[in-house]
């Protein structure tokens, strides 16, 4: 019986490990995505591409 509830419990914690290392993944991945965004935001508006105006706007619309 204890071996079976070790076998559960070790089942188990590698089942959430997985879980929760998709989830970081995903968390990670968003990040440098809007990071990056962001630095191409900045780019486009240090090169006058983009106004003042519409550079806030873009920005505000990201992170919201």
Known sequence: ?????LSSI???SVVLS???S???????????DL???LEELQ???EDGTLSEEQFKKA??????
């Open 1 to 5: 019986k204890d071996i079976e509830n």
């Open 10 to 12: 070790f089942v188990n």
């Open 18 to 20: 997985s879980v929760f």
């Open 22 to 32: 998709t989830f970081l993944f995903k968390v990670l991945t968003i990040k440098n």
């Open 35 to 37: 990071t990056d965004e």
């Open 43 to 45: 780019e486009l508006y």
């Open 59 to 64: 920005k505000n619309k990201l992170l919201k």
